[in-house]
């Protein structure tokens, strides 16, 4: 599966904590689980949050995760327990919320051709003056997308993108 994400790692968690945020979610991140993979224990995203109440809601739509769990940054035990994670401990891949710099050259020939496929699905026409540039967010550890077509737009889990037939 395709991720954009930027690995959960300590200048990471600095700047996030340097902008306010006190509240991370983790919560199983499947989108990086690699079934060949021996060595990796465990795939884990880290959401980030400046209220409690956003930080809950996703935490509590995660209810079918048994690892998921919610960090409050004024709680030493949990300062100790988010740097050891973004220490990059042997044996897990753990990544945050945040777009790696230069996603978009991670998008191959095969995942364009499927976002054309999706428009195409959606009797989509564009000319060739038509731009239809696809805008990739997270949103409650999933990766999404909005495609934008004159005054329409689709927002969908680029999940379904990716497994289109």
């Keep these: 599966m395709f991720n954009p994400l930027a690995p959960f790692q300590l200048p990471v ?7 306010g945020h006190r509240y991370f979610v983790r919560q199983t991140f499947l989108r990086s689980h690699d079934p060949f993979d021996q060595k990796t224990r465990g795939s884990f995203l ?11 809601e996703h935490f509590d739509v995660l209810a079918d995760d048994p690892l998921r769990f919610l960090y409050a940054w004024d709680d030493p035990d949990h300062q100790v327990r988010l740097q050891f994670a973004a220490s990059a401990p042997e044996g897990y891949k753990l990544y945050s919320n945040t777009f790696l ?3 978009e050259h991670h998008l191959t020939d095969r995942l364009k051709e499927q976002i054309r496929r999706y428009i195409q699905r959606l009797g989509w026409k564009p000319g060739k003056n038509d731009a239809i540039i696809p805008a990739f967010y997270p949103y409650f550890g999933e990766v999404y997308v909005a495609l934008r077509f004159r005054k329409q737009e689709v927002r969908i889990k680029f999940e379904e993108i990716e497994n289109l037939r």
């Design 13 to 19: 968690l600095q700047a996030m904590i340097a902008e």
């Design 46 to 56: 880290f959401c980030h949050y400046k209220d409690y109440p956003k930080a809950k």
């Design 101 to 103: 710099p230069d996603w």
